[in-house]
């Protein structure tokens, strides 16, 4: 369903589209907007003015003493993961066939959002400063919380470093036959393959952030124990993938709302691809010259 609908031109392209799919259209659309401000700017200030190991306790709670920055990190919060689940939803439509399953495995994704919703706003709007600062909380020395969310970033590093492997080995062999992956395996396909890899990619990654800055209502060492793992190497080039796949999946969004709406956009997609993989390319070599000259080096 989505693959067809989305690089078809023209703005009524939504026409048919029904009830709640609709919605959904155009929900991704808006939110993606938002999430161009909301997210990059996010990924901005965590990956090239500082980098993710120095997201420590000192820096929320320094960053959260504003009511603009905890407005900020809510309006992230709520964009990106209804944006992300409805993103997950699509992808569920688009390829569990039995019906049983797809019912069963949307239910779960609705499930699984409002969980990480419900924690998300939990942790912006109950953090306290003073509590954390005197590790006096009931879960103070949880520090096997902090080791889940170690593992959990080697467990999604191997994750994404296997999967790149494979996409790479998967294009390249179609090349090399001179097959075509999928359909008419067009320009547009590549970039709808990149735009759905790199947005569930990035969901995952999202609903493992939560929970480890949920830990910051633990306690300050907890906390700044989990996100220690950042600077490990073997998770640098998983943090410079992540940068990639958000200003990829940005760009190539904003590609597909300007198909959606313009003309013009229908006309230029081709060169529009391959503006939004030249741009990715040099901010995500930017961010990992940060992330290992700070880290590495
Ligand atoms: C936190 C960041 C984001 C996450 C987690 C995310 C995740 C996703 C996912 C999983 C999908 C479904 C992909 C598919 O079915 O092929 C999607 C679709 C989409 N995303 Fe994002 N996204 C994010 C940010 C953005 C941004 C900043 C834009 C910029 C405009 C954007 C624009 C879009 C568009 C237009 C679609 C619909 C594509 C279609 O109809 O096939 N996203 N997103």
Redesign the pocket.
């Known amino acids: 369903m ?2 067809v ?2 690089e078809r031109p023209n703005s009524d392209v939504s026409a048919g589209i029904p009830g709640f799919d609709r919605a959904v ?1 155009y929900f ?2 808006i939110s ?2 938002a ?2 401000i909301l ?2 700017g996010h990924v901005i200030i965590t990956h090239f003015i500082n980098v993710p190991s120095e997201t420590t306790f000192d820096f929320v709670a320094n960053r959260w003493a504003s009511p603009f920055w905890r407005t900020f990190d809510f309006l992230l919060l709520f964009f ?1 993961l209804w ?2 689940m409805l ?2 939803r ?2 569920i439509t ?1 390829l569990i066939r039995p019906a049983g399953w797809r019912v069963a495995l949307n239910g779960l994704n609705w499930l699984v959002g409002i969980i990480f919703f419900a924690l998300g706003v939990v942790t912006i709007f109950a953090f306290d400063e003073e509590q954390g600062r005197s590790n006096a909380g009931p879960l103070a020395d949880a520090f096997w919380v902090a080791d889940l969310i170690k593992w959990s970033l080697y467990l999604f590093a191997v994750a994404t470093y296997v999967g790149a492997a494979l996409l790479v080995i998967y294009v390249l062999r179609h090349i090399s036959l001179g097959t075509r992956p999928i359909y008419r395996g067009d320009l547009g396909q590549y970039a ?1 393959i990149l ?2 890899v790199a ?2 990619g ?2 995952f990654f ?1 609903l493992v952030h939560i929970v480890d800055i949920m830990l910051i209502g633990f306690s300050m060492e907890v906390y700044d124990e989990a996100v220690s793992v950042y600077a490990a190497p073997f998770l640098i080039p998983m943090e410079i993938a992540l940068v990639g796949a ?1 200003f990829y ?2 760009l190539n ?2 590609r ?2 300007l198909i959606n709406f313009s003309k013009r956009g229908l006309h230029l997609q081709k060169q529009l691809f391959w503006a939004a993989l030249a741009v990715t390319a040099v901010l995500t070599a930017i961010s990992g010259w940060i992330i290992i000259q700070h880290e590495l080096l």
Request: glycine share 14%; charged share 10%.
């Open positions: 989505a693959a609908v989305s259209w991704l659309r993606g907007l999430l161009v997210a990059c990106a944006h992300g993103g997950l699509m992808i688009d709808w735009h759905r947005g569930a990035i969901v999202l958000v999946h940005t969004g904003l597909i709302i």
